[in-house]
T-cell receptor, first 112, second 117 residues
Framework: KQEVTQIPAALSVPEGENLVLNCSFT??????LQWFRQDPGKGLTSLLL?????REQTSGRLNASLDKSSGRSTLYIAASQPGDSATYLCAVLGGSQGNLIFGKGTKLSVKP | ETGVTQTPRHLVMGMTNKKSLKCEQHLGHNAMYWYKQSAKKPLELMFV???????ENNSVPSRFSPECPNSSHLFLHLHTLQPEDSALYLC????????????????FGEGSRLTVL
């Protein structure tokens, strides 16, 4: 059974720092991996989707990497801003499953 | 219009009430999902509809009843709920992938915050 873990559960950084959020999964036979952002009391916003054949995806200040063999993905946020404060969720789609398995998220706070 | 719209945003109901949550997507997708988000737990998939057929029912109690009349609309009918059913209910949509319904990039609504008294 696929399990997704995100560490740390919470992270606080000063504005301007570069930071890395981690996601690990137990079954490396995945179809794709998605990173989402969730603001308090709101729905999820898709940030990046990485197919199993890809190593990374970039969007603006965000870069997500995927290492299937080690069961890990990282989300790199460059030059963090207070507006980046949110919970970041990682989700994987297994090769034999029809649905995403989510981690519990990392709550990021960027202080001005 | 936003891509995925959910109503109502907030709902308070007693255990004997019957209510419905509504979801509408304007993205031309043909797969729709209901997820439950409880405090300190990962998102849990409840139902998946692909091409208007239900393809996933993740052992959800029968007090939750989904309905998908067309590819743009999804409902979650609620009756005789329990206080532990209080949660944020999220609707999502994607392009359907025949082999793996959940393989497309997901777009979520803002959620319906449900409180059961």
């Amino acid at each position: 059974k696929q399990e997704v873990t995100q560490i740390p559960a919470a992270l606080s950084v000063p504005e301007g720092e570069n930071l890395v959020l981690n996601c690990s999964f137990t079954d490396s036979a995945i179809y794709n991996l998605q990173w989402f952002r969730q603001d308090p009391g709101k729905g999820l916003t898709s940030l990046l989707l990485i197919q199993s054949s890809q190593r990374e995806q970039t969007s603006g200040r965000l870069n997500a990497s995927l290492d299937k063999s080690s069961g890990r993905s990282t989300l790199y946020i460059a030059a963090s801003q207070p507006g980046d404060s949110a919970t970041y969720l990682c989700a994987v789609l297994g090769g034999s499953q029809g649905n995403l398995i989510f981690g519990k998220g990392t709550k990021l706070s960027v202080k001005p | 219009e936003t891509g995925v719209t959910q109503t109502p945003r907030h709902l308070v109901m007693g255990m004997t009430n019957k209510k419905s949550l509504k979801c509408e997507q304007h993205l031309g997708h043909n797969a729709m999902y209901w997820y439950k988000q409880s405090a300190k737990k990962p998102l849990e998939l409840m139902f998946v509809y692909s091409l208007e057929e239900r393809v996933e029912n993740n052992s959800v109690p029968s007090r939750f009843s989904p309905e998908c009349p067309n590819s743009s609309h999804l409902f979650l009918h609620l009756h005789t709920l329990q206080p532990e059913d209080s949660a944020l209910y999220l609707c999502a949509s994607s392009r359907a992938v025949t082999v793996l319904p959940g393989a497309g990039e997901l777009f979520f609504g803002e959620g319906s915050r449900l409180t059961v008294l």
